[in-house]
């Protein structure tokens, strides 16, 4: 408990440090949070934020899932695995996810919103635009051009070409 204490504390320090600018002091405060409680949910979701804000989509859908997997109704981690795999040009294949979290939490305009516009974007084979990370709010928007691998998604292009496109922007 006392370990899990001073993570909430070095993430509320991360989250501060993020907003006044300092991205690699709030790296440097999840990190420790992680070592100190390595299920902390909303450690694990900042982390991911910061390492979509830099380009890692890869590294930032790994740490949403190991949120998820942790509590699988953390709404931060869901809404940004959803929005990285969208703005990484992805479709995202987690609609069943989404409508159990609504089924669950009932009235949620912000689940309802991306249920609807997955549903709407799947249908037309289109990725969803990418929107601001939720929690740690980014001071200028990611880069999104990152291609991603992750297993809970249907690849726009075949495995080849995604791949190669994989190994150019790396």
Request: aromatic letters at 4%; hydrophobic letters at 40%; a negative charge.
């Amino acid at each position: 408990a006392v370990l899990s204490r001073q993570a909430d504390r070095l993430v509320a320090q991360a989250e501060r440090s993020y907003e006044a600018g300092d991205a690699e002091s709030a790296r440097a405060n999840l990190s420790e949070a992680l070592e100190r409680d390595p299920d902390h949910v909303e450690a694990l979701n900042d982390l991911g934020v910061l390492e979509w804000t830099a380009g890692q989509l890869t590294n930032a859908v790994a740490l949403f899932d190991r949120a998820l997997a942790l509590k699988p109704d953390f709404k931060p981690a869901l809404v940004n695995r959803c929005q990285a795999l969208a703005a990484g040009g992805m479709l995202v294949d987690d609609l069943a996810r989404i409508e159990q979290f609504d089924h669950q939490h009932p009235g949620d305009e912000e689940i309802e919103d991306l249920k609807s516009t997955l549903t709407t974007r799947a249908r037309q084979d289109e990725p969803v635009a990418p929107e601001s990370p939720y929690r740690i709010t980014s001071p200028t928007p990611p880069e999104m051009s990152t291609p991603l691998t992750p297993v809970a998604v249907t690849r726009q292009t075949g495995d080849a070409n995604m791949l190669a496109k994989a190994r150019e922007l790396n």
